[in-house]
């Protein structure tokens, strides 16, 4: 059972490039989630999704897109990437569907990115 | 709305020593808490949380954790420290939001130190 596996591990972009973060769970999870942590700031939520086709903004969504049309599958997209991205993001997967928070998430390795 | 703090961004004990880690919470609704665990280069896993019920619960690696509503608290103990111990811990609290879903709010972390 791989749980959820993120992909690449390790990115450099250059500023305005574009690039997705691919995760993906096996777990039959409904919610997903994409953080991004920072030192001393620790998991800011970037998106998240209850269910495939539903998404939602978190704490940061700023430069940053999702989809979910699988409920396997939630991808994280950077537009146009900045150096304020520079950030080592996770996605994490949770089951139960709207009302079920008591649950724990399942995190992936993370993806440590750099925008120079 | 939902916050977490985490009182002290580095702890250091000496090897068998108690392990004190503080998290304190705010939430308009019954809390769950959440205690995780990282080890550098990995992603997150769950040390222990709670729901409902008993207000101490145990966690895996001898750890637990005391709910005081009064306090908003939910600090994590060790009896006795290990070398292994030294990590990153979080601490998380989950709750509802207006769309229907629900999301987990991170606090910043602590690292851990563990003297020989």
């Known amino acids: 059972n791989a749980g959820v596996t993120q992909t690449p591990k390790f990115q450099v972009l250059k500023t305005g490039q574009s690039m997705t973060l691919q995760c993906a769970q096996d777990?039959?999870?409904?919610?997903m989630s994409w953080y991004r942590q920072d030192p001393g700031m620790g998991l800011r939520l970037i998106h998240y999704?209850?269910?495939?086709?539903?998404?939602d903004q978190g704490e940061v969504p700023n430069g940053y897109n999702v989809s979910r049309s699988t409920t396997e599958d939630f991808p994280l997209r950077l537009l146009s990437a900045a150096p304020s991205q520079t950030s080592v993001y996770f996605c994490?997967?949770?089951?139960?569907?709207?009302?079920?928070?008591?649950?724990?998430?399942?995190f992936g390795q993370g993806t440590r990115l750099t925008v120079v | 709305a939902q916050s977490v703090t985490q009182l002290g961004s580095h702890v250091s004990v000496s090897e068998g020593a108690l392990v004190l880690l503080r998290c304190n919470y705010s939430?308009?609704?019954?809390?769950?808490l959440f205690w995780y665990v990282q080890y550098p280069n990995q992603g997150l896993q769950l040390l222990l949380k709670?729901?409902?019920?008993?207000?101490l619960v145990k966690g895996i690696n001898g750890f637990e954790a005391e709910f005081k509503k009064s306090e908003t608290s939910f600090h994590l103990t060790k009896p006795s420290a290990h070398m292994s111990d030294a990590a990153e811990y979080f601490c998380?609290?989950?709750?509802?939001?207006?769309?229907?879903?629900?999301?987990?709010?991170f606090g910043a972390g602590t690292r851990l130190f563990v003297k020989a």
């Open positions: 939430s308009s609704v019954p809390p769950y």
């Open positions: 994490a997967s949770r089951p139960g569907q709207g009302g079920v928070w008591d649950t724990e998430a399942f």
């Open positions: 709670y729901t409902t019920g008993a207000t």
């Open positions: 777990m039959n999870h409904e919610y």
């Open positions: 998380a609290v989950s709750g509802p939001v207006y769309t229907g879903g629900f999301k987990t709010i």
């Open positions: 999704s209850v269910g495939a086709g539903i998404t």
